[in-house]
């Protein structure tokens, strides 16, 4: 099975400034599916940024981009001017077409934002 | 907006009940998963399906059924509910390749 590795239990980042959390994957597949999911303290579980890996572009929505590095099979969330509301669990999720469409999730980082 | 709702947030039971989760979503999407999450261990797969009475076990599917008997619906069976099952249970779905949406969750305390 696949796994998904997030390294970084907890970071906490300066209201306005920049953070990175980096995800690193294990696959033998050429195509998948990579997520990044935001989990407030009110527990629903948003969609934040998809990316598929046949896609050389990073992707990017608003304040929120990737790193996708293929090769180095990583896929870090970034960040840029940090709000209060960026506070939350985040989970890098990998999707696999070929393994019957599972998805696999890392462990979570917890993200504190400073006032 | 795809809508998945789980029919309660905080469901509290007792030892060797049988107990019923509820999950609906409107978007006529062909996969739903059920999710148990825990502290530290982050989201694993109970079951899954692919369509209508169609079921697969996923990671830890010992101590639960699930049934499918119309696509909107997937709903999770905790045959007779333990204390180690305890925990945070989410719900999803999703198209073949797109992304989960989720649930709000239910937090269930077996006691």
């Known amino acids: 099975a696949q796994t998904v590795t997030q390294s970084q239990p907890e970071m906490s980042v300066q209201e306005a400034e920049t953070v990175t959390l980096s995800c690193t994957y294990d696959t033998s597949e050429s195509d998948y599916y990579l997520f990044w999911y935001k989990q407030p303290p009110s527990r629903q579980m948003i969609l934040v940024i998809r990316?598929?890996?046949?896609?050389?572009q990073n992707a990017t929505e608003n304040r929120f981009s990737v790193n996708f590095q293929k090769a180095a099979k990583s896929f870090s969330l970034k960040i840029s001017d940090s709000q209060l509301g960026d506070a939350a669990m985040y989970f890098c999720?990998?999707?696999?077409?070929?393994?019957?469409?599972?998805?696999?999730f890392g462990t979570g980082t917890s993200l504190t934002v400073i006032p | 907006d795809v809508k998945v709702t789980q029919s309660s947030r905080y469901l509290v039971k007792r030892t060797g009940e049988k107990v019923f989760l509820e999950c609906v979503q409107d978007m006529d999407h062909e996969n739903m998963f059920w999710y148990r999450q825990d502290p530290g261990l982050g989201l694993r797969l109970i079951y899954f399906s692919y369509d209508v009475k169609m079921k697969e076990k996923g990671d830890i599917p010992e101590g639960y059924s699930v049934s499918r008997e119309k696509k909107e619906r997937f709903s999770l069976i905790l045959e007779s509910a333990s204390t180690n099952q305890t925990s945070m249970y989410l719900c999803a779905s999703s198209l073949p390749r797109g992304p989960l949406a989720f649930g709000q969750g239910t937090r269930l305390t077996v006691v």
């Open positions: 990316q598929e890996a046949y896609k050389q």
């Open positions: 999720a990998y999707r696999s077409p070929l393994t019957g469409n599972q998805f696999y």
